[in-house]
């Protein structure tokens, strides 16, 4: 089964930094990698599939990049509705895997 | 509009079961794999199981596999997850997801989740 680890587990930012979350596969997953944005009591939303993909509906300051094992979502200029907690999934193979999470907060 | 409204959830003792329900509407739901994701309390999000689209194929995770089982009535529009044998650490919110259905096996739609409490 394929593990997804996500740094830092947290962060705290302020309005307009830029914020760099990373996610490692534990194998090659090619570009099959998803980040999704989770708010308390609310369900995750989808951002970025394939990597590197916008979903429709997104603002493009949020981007993702890599392929086989190392993945990053980028925030170019954080909003106040983005802070929340930042999940990457692994969309390879099944099992699915999540990562554990990064919490941005305010700083 | 997709929605995805799960229902079903609530209070159960160790042992016991639970059949949770997800309504689809918004989309054609007979053309699309589906998922349940589940999260405990203050933790992350953890894969449960998927269906293909004609319900001829399911996977579980590991976790629940042998206790649970994914289904779908595609006339009802409707998914399902039957819990037996339930352990404590089987409370979480469990989200009805919707498969992106092109290529990689990412969740494009969310419910709003039921929450699944186990305890004596």
């Known amino acids: 089964d394929i593990q997804m680890t996500q740094s830092p587990s947290s962060v705290s930012a302020s309005v307009g930094d830029r914020v760099t979350i990373t996610c490692r596969a534990s194998?090659?997953?090619?570009?099959?990698l998803a980040w999704y944005q989770q708010k308390p009591g609310k369900a995750p939303k989808l951002l970025i599939y394939?990597?590197?993909s916008l979903q429709s509906g997104v603002p493009s300051r949020f981007s993702g990049s890599g392929s086989g094992t190392d993945f990053t979502l980028t925030i170019s200029s954080l909003q106040p509705e983005d802070f929340a907690t930042y999940y990457c999934?692994?969309?390879?193979?099944?099992?699915?895997?999540f990562g554990g999470g990064t919490k941005v907060e305010i700083k | 509009e997709v929605q995805l409204v799960e229902s079903g959830g609530g209070l159960v003792q160790p042992g016991g079961s639970l059949r949770l329900s997800c309504a689809a509407s918004?989309?054609?739901?007979?053309?699309?794999?589906m998922h349940w994701v589940r999260q405990a309390p203050g933790k992350g999000l953890v894969w449960v199981a998927r269906?293909?689209?004609?319900?001829?194929?399911?996977s579980h995770a590991d976790s629940v596999k042998g206790r649970f089982t994914i289904s779908r009535d595609n006339a009802k529009n409707t998914l399902y997850l039957q819990m037996n044998s339930l352990r404590a650490e089987d409370t979480a919110v469990y989200y009805c997801?919707?498969?992106?259905?092109?290529?990689?096996?990412?969740?494009?739609?969310w419910g709003q989740g039921t929450l699944v409490t186990v305890s004596s």
């Open positions: 194998q090659g997953i090619s570009s099959w």
């Open positions: 394939a990597a590197s």
């Open positions: 918004g989309f054609t739901f007979s053309n699309y794999w």
């Open positions: 997801a919707r498969d992106r259905a092109y290529s990689g096996y990412d969740i494009d739609y």
């Open positions: 999934q692994q969309a390879n193979s099944f099992p699915l895997a």
């Open positions: 269906i293909d689209s004609d319900g001829s194929s399911t």
